[in-house]
């Protein structure tokens, strides 16, 4: 018996057992996917809807695309744009769940959150986020990225993500506004590095080992990542491991549309669909407008407008004290603010220069100022 025949008959019987237990066959969601526009060919699509359907028993996948494909519910499109007009409009009329496709352009506020499998310990572990942009301000786009991970990570039943912050431009102030939402009440539990000195700013070896459930960093920077562990074996032009790109997310935005690249095989597409699938039976919806009700009423964007003019220094010309060795290290300072702080000190009359160690950027200071910088940084909100 071939393995096609036997997971039709399996299906067949799992559908008896249904009726049998609820008395009705309950009926399956439907997601949809484009079959245009990957580098790989529409048949590279449609390799992956057969995967799904062979590999997966609860939901059915419809093709929007040029092609009509016995066993598959099909939707007419002759260009990516006919596609995805096809896709929004199956969507708003609740005929599809959800939609796998490419080449999507989300409006500004809205990035997908990928999903990836870890190389060593197939750890699953979300990239938040890893196409469009969440804010036009880095910083506050990367707070917004945490959210859209923990709601897309609620979604696939992790009901507490431990959230990690890549150590990119920006990661510390990224930090402090999660710390000051943690400490006025939303469920956020951070993780820590498997490095030495710890913490929730994450580094390579982090990411490789999945100390995190969501890893927060850029849109750019998670697109990397993504391609990276997606095609890490095959040379680059394949992307063979992994979930897509995930879906979009964004406050107020009411589709569940998960991306693929161009270079995303079939495995790939196949994990895209049940991604979406998952994202769409587990009501990611619904989770997101909750995670954004939370935020609302703990004063999100307050939050983010203090902390984002924090630091921001006046016109005028700060003198530079007169020169001392700097011995003393203060890390924890974001490198995007390491400049303002050394001249916050400098405006407090206390040397200090600029410095990258080993972990990333340090303001440097005589052993005998150390506690005064120590102070006036914290003070200042600048560790």
């Known amino acids: 018996m071939s393995q096609n025949v036997k997971s039709l008959v ?6 008896l057992a249904n009726i049998l237990e609820k008395g009705y066959q309950e009926e399956k969601i439907k997601i949809g996917i484009t ?22 028993s609860d939901f059915e996948v419809v093709l929007i695309g040029p092609s ?3 066993g598959f519910i099909c939707y007419e499109a002759k260009t990516e744009d006919e596609c995805h007009k096809v896709m929004e409009k199956l969507l708003d009329e609740g005929k599809i769940s959800g939609c796998v496709t490419l080449h999507y352009n989300f409006p500004l506020g809205v990035s997908t959150v990928g999903r990836i499998i870890t190389p060593a310990k197939g750890k699953e572990v ?9 804010s036009a301000n880095r910083v506050e786009a990367m707070v917004k990225n945490a959210v859209y991970g923990i709601i897309a990570a609620k979604s696939c039943g992790i009901k507490n993500p431990t959230v990690g912050i ?3 431009e920006g990661a510390r102030q990224v930090e402090k506004i999660l710390v000051e939402l943690q400490n006025k009440g939303y469920g956020l539990k951070f993780a820590s590095s498997i490095r030495k000195d710890g913490g929730c700013i994450l580094r390579g070896n982090d990411v490789l080992a999945g100390a995190a459930d969501v890893v927060v960093t850029d849109s750019l920077t998670g697109n990397l990542l993504m391609k990276i562990f997606s095609a890490f074996t095959t040379g680059g032009d394949y992307e063979a491991l992994g979930y897509g790109y995930g879906p979009g997310i964004g406050k107020n935005y009411a589709r569940i549309i998960n991306i693929i690249s161009r270079a995303s095989g079939a495995p790939v597409i ?9 994202c769409a039976k587990n009501s990611l919806l619904k989770i997101a407008e909750e995670e954004f009700k ?3 009423n703990i004063g999100l964007d307050e939050v983010l407008k203090s902390s984002l003019n924090l630091n921001k220094e006046e016109s005028q010309e700060v003198v530079m004290p007169p020169k001392k060795v700097v011995t003393s290290t ?7 603010e390491l400049e303002n702080a050394v001249k916050k000190l400098w405006s407090k009359g206390i040397y200090a220069e600029s410095g990258m160690g080993c972990t990333g950027p340090v303001v440097m200071v005589s052993e005998d100022e150390f506690d005064s910088a120590i102070k006036i940084l914290k003070e200042c909100n600048f560790i």
């Open 10 to 15: 399996a299906e067949v019987f799992n559908d």
């Open 35 to 56: 079959t245009l526009g990957s580098e790989l060919g529409e048949e590279e699509i449609l390799k992956a809807a057969y995967l799904a359907k062979n590999k997966y």
């Open 68 to 70: 009509k494909v016995d």
């Open 126 to 134: 979300f990239l938040a986020t890893t196409t469009g942009t969440a």
């Open 166 to 168: 890549l150590n990119v």
């Open 270 to 278: 196949c994990e895209a669909l049940r991604y979406c699938a998952t």
């Open 294 to 296: 939370k935020l609302d």
């Open 330 to 336: 203060i890390a924890g300072v974001d490198i995007l």
